[in-house]
């Protein structure tokens, strides 16, 4: 478990490392850069497309968390692990638009196929993090709502019950 917590924690670290890596010991002109650079150069547009939606998703979340509900699975976090989760979408906004903003330059100031295959993991990383993130933030809503409702309906049930006993000792007493 711990293994997993340091992975999740420093995933962006761990790519940046990898990624490094790969090109120090394949060099610049390896299988995995050219494969990212032909995605690139082919469905560039719809990777655009792709990263404008991430944009539209974090700014949501990011303007949610202020909002979230009580007894719900952000107000379950510690300040510490609230403010994590914060980062986490702030960092995915930010790759986000450093993508788009590295396309922009891209050709005009510098052409860097490195640094725009870099952006593009980067970019994923970051977005499959917050999904996964969102996923059981979401999923544990759901299953504490829906434990609510049931323990509201047993409840009921069990006042309905005492009522309904109530009223037959009155409906005897009386004849």
């Known amino acids: 478990m711990k293994i997993l ?4 924690k420093y995933l962006v670290a761990i790519t940046v490392v990898v990624y490094i ?14 494969f990212l650079k032909n995605v690139i150069e082919k469905k560039n547009d719809m ?26 699975g952000l107000d379950k976090l510690s ?4 403010l994590i989760s914060m ?6 906004l930010i790759c986000s638009f450093l993508y788009i903003l590295n396309f922009l330059l891209d050709g ?3 052409e860097f ?6 952006l593009l993991i980067l970019m994923f990383i970051s ?23 049931q323990e509201s309906i047993d409840y009921n049930k069990k006042i309905y019950e005492k009522i309904k006993n109530i009223e037959d000792l009155l409906t005897r007493k009386n004849e």
């Open 127 to 149: 977005f499959i993090r917050v999904v996964v993130f969102v996923i059981f933030w979401l999923v544990y809503d759901i299953f504490t709502k829906k434990i609510t409702k």
């Open 79 to 82: 300040n510490k692990n609230y």
């Open 108 to 110: 005009i100031l510098y």
């Open 47 to 72: 990777i655009l497309n792709i990263d404008s939606i991430f944009i539209g998703m974090y700014i949501s979340l990011i303007l949610m968390y202020p909002t979230f509900i009580d007894g719900g």
């Open 113 to 118: 196929d490195i640094l725009n295959c870099f």
């Open 87 to 92: 980062r986490y979408l702030v960092v995915g």
């Open 21 to 34: 890596l790969i090109i120090v010991i394949f060099g610049l002109d390896n299988a995995i850069v050219n």
């Open 5 to 8: 917590t340091f992975i999740e």
